[in-house]
T-cell receptor, first 114, second 113 residues
Framework: AQSVSQHNHHVILSEAASLELGCNYS??????LFWYVQYPGQHLQLLLK??????LVKGIKGFEAEFIKSKFSFNLRKPSVQWSDTAEYFC????????????FGKGTTLSVSS | DSGVTQTPKHLITATGQRVTLRCSPR?????VYWYQQSLDQGLQFLIH???????AKGNILERFSAQQFPDLHSELNLSSLELGDSALYFC????FGQGDTIYFGEGSWLTVV
């Protein structure tokens, strides 16, 4: 069955600390991978995406993620977090055929203290 | 602003009632997706429509139905509501093509009392 697993339910960091959120997926076939962020009271916003090519992708707000095909992983990283990064982060996967729906992980809540 | 518009933003209704949530996709997007977000289930895919036709079903209850109209807006109908249906319902849209990105609306908060 298709699934996405996010290892950390809640991460608490101080400002300037480095961040890595784990994401593993189970999906047959070629995949597209995404990280979305949901700030408190807001809708889901796309942070970054991987379709093909360079497995290290850079997104908005200094975030990046690395696709490791052999490990079925797509971990999100940021070298130095800010208080404004406090939000919920969702990893998602879909097949690369047109129109396939996103399958989401349960999400990771990131709390950054100033 | 993603360009996906959802109404209403908030809705409170009683058990057993029926509600309709509305979604206008981004200009030019032919695909509409509905998702349910709740604390215990997370983000669950409900249903996908493309250009008026149902393309895929996820974890959608039989009490729920959706449609996409010729002008491409979509409606999600929730009937015989139960307390457990209280959730945030997201609509999302995409162009429909290999490698397209899915953009989400701000969601409709449904509270069933």
């Amino acid at each position: 069955a298709q699934s996405v697993s996010q290892h950390n339910h809640h991460v608490i960091l101080s400002e300037a600390a480095s961040l890595e959120l784990g994401c593993n997926y189970s999906y047959g076939g070629t995949v597209n991978l995404f990280w979305y962020v949901q700030y408190p009271g807001q809708h889901l916003q796309l942070l970054l995406k991987y379709f093909s090519g360079d497995p290290l992708v850079k997104g908005i707000k200094g975030f990046e993620a690395e696709f490791i095909k052999s490990k079925f992983s797509f971990n999100l990283r940021k070298p130095s977090v800010q208080w404004s990064d406090t939000a919920e982060y969702f990893c998602a996967v879909r097949g690369n055929q047109a129109g396939t729906a996103l399958i989401f992980g349960k999400g990771t809540t990131l709390s950054v203290s100033s | 602003d993603s360009g996906v518009t959802q109404t209403p933003k908030h809705l409170i209704t009683a058990t057993g009632q029926r509600v309709t949530l509305r979604c206008s996709p981004r200009s030019g997007d032919l695909s509409v997706y509905w998702y349910q977000q709740s604390l215990d289930q997370g983000l669950q895919f409900l249903i996908h429509y493309y250009n008026g036709e149902e393309r895929a079903k996820g974890n959608i209850l039989e009490r729920f139905s959706a449609q996409q109209f010729p002008d491409l807006h979509s409606e999600l109908n929730l009937s015989s509501l139960e307390l457990g249906d209280s959730a945030l319902y997201f609509c999302a849209s995409s162009v429909f093509g290999q490698g397209d990105t899915i953009y989400f609306g701000e969601g409709s908060w449904l509270t069933v009392v």
